[in-house]
């Protein structure tokens, strides 16, 4: 009895004695600093749900998996939101780009930036000037002593280079000037006070077919351009096409960066309508005569950017030079124009306010007199060439209703 007695006494004081231990061993690893957290762990607090899960938890890994999951939260919303702007229509109201969808398009050349280019391009001197990349053999690159590089073209008459400084405006006007490169008008003059910006190239000048005085016109050039073939609903001759082969039905099947493209196009095709240019999709067009795969080859004066926006490229074959050919080029122009039944709102509410107000000379006059200091020294367009102007806004803008009357009816 008392050597039991004494054996469970024992017993006791070892308890007692490991219990201790372990008491000061944990508090001495808590007053480490860096071993353990003073709070205490979720996975041990008498409220914790003690799951097999949490029992496994090191402490502070509680936050991990919520982190985790913000993040695949956040990632799978912003998933949805794309599929969700993937599924939904590229079109409202029967002929209008969807606003998601033109959001995706390439802003091209900014407003701001254009305005810092051709206030620098103006101001600053050609130092050299290249043969090549510029179009027909008068055009030059010029080397800028700004570091800068733009197209010179000269013109085969002072006609195209107005065509170039005016549509440049005129797409100004419609809200779509982005999309072509800055444009300012230069005179070239080998002596006198104007002769300064021209001293370093003189050799050059001599060299190359311009007269004296001359006013060209200088265009920001543009690196790692490719070339670009018409879409699908353009693929075909037109007749095969039809009126409103850029159409709903037309873009079924299409991905967003197809669809991205048509958008621009669309503005493209009402420009070169309005400007009667021949020098482009027109151009392709009559060549379809001797060449039945011209259309599955690069378009002229089009080309795509880097980001994948559309470059307008030379459109001095637009107004003034366009318009003296009506009887040429209206027959492939007209077509165009009626294949697009899908418009930019944007675009459309400018033709409208232009037609409403048949100012359209009148405004492309103040802004061109406005915004180019050479602007009187290559003149305006003819009070014949302005009228034919404001007729092709007001059949632009027609064409737009005829195309609305003919969605709302088969929405019926």
């Known amino acids: 009895m008392v050597r039991a007695g004494l054996g469970r006494a024992a017993a006791l004081a070892v308890l007692l004695a490991s219990a201790s231990l372990a008491g000061l061993w944990v508090g001495r690893l808590a007053e480490r600093p860096g071993r353990f957290p003073r709070e205490s762990s979720p996975a041990l607090s008498p409220s914790a749900p003690k799951t097999f899960r949490t029992l496994l938890t090191l402490p502070g890994e509680e936050q991990r998996p919520s982190r985790g999951r913000a993040r695949v939260g956040r990632e799978r919303e912003r998933g949805r939101a794309a599929a969700s702007a993937a599924s939904s229509s590229p079109v409202r109201g029967g002929i ?18 254009a305005s810092s280019w051709l206030a620098a391009a103006r101001a600053a001197s050609v130092v050299g000037l290249e043969r090549g990349g510029c179009g027909r053999a008068p055009n030059r690159l010029a080397r800028l002593s700004d570091g ?25 006007l419609l809200g779509f000037q982005e999309r072509l490169p800055p444009v300012a008008l230069s ?30 016109s200088l265009a920001r050039w543009v690196d790692n351009l490719t070339d670009v073939v018409a879409p699908q609903p353009w693929r075909a001759p037109l007749r095969e096409a039809g009126p409103g ?47 039945p795969r011209v259309m599955h080859r690069a378009t002229r004066n089009l080309h795509r950017a880097p980001d994948g926006g559309l470059v307008f490229l030379d459109n001095e074959a637009g107004l003034g030079h366009g318009y003296r050919l009506l009887a040429v080029w209206d027959r492939y122009n007209e077509p165009l124009l009626r294949s697009v ?9 400018r033709v409208r306010d232009l037609h409403r107000l048949r100012n359209a000379a009148s405004e492309l006059l103040h ?19 302005a009228r034919l102007l404001q007729e092709r806004i007001d059949l632009v803008h027609q064409h737009i209703l005829d195309c609305q009357a003919q969605a709302a009816q088969e929405h019926l």
């Open 367 to 385: 802004i061109y007199r406005t915004r180019e200091p050479l602007a009187e020294s290559l003149g305006f367009l003819s009070d014949q060439q």
């Open 96 to 113: 209008f780009w969807s606003r998601w969808l033109e959001a995706q398009v390439p802003r091209g050349f900014p407003a701001s930036e």
């Open 245 to 291: 082969a850029l159409s709903p039905p037309a873009l079924r099947g299409l991905s967003l960066a197809q669809l991205v493209e048509l958008v621009q196009w669309s503005d493209l095709i009402l420009f070169d309508y309005l400007t009667a240019n021949f020098d482009r999709l027109v151009s392709n067009l009559f060549s379809l005569q001797w060449d």
């Open 341 to 349: 039944c899908i418009f930019r709102e944007g675009t459309a509410a």
């Open 148 to 172: 800068s590089r733009a197209c010179v073209r000269y013109g085969i008459n002072p006609e195209q280079v107005q065509g170039e400084a005016l549509s440049y405006h005129l797409a100004g």
């Open 187 to 216: 005179r070239v003059e080998a002596s006198g006070a104007g002769g300064r910006r021209w001293a370093a190239v003189g050799e050059e000048l001599r060299g190359a077919p311009w007269a004296e005085g001359a006013v060209v």
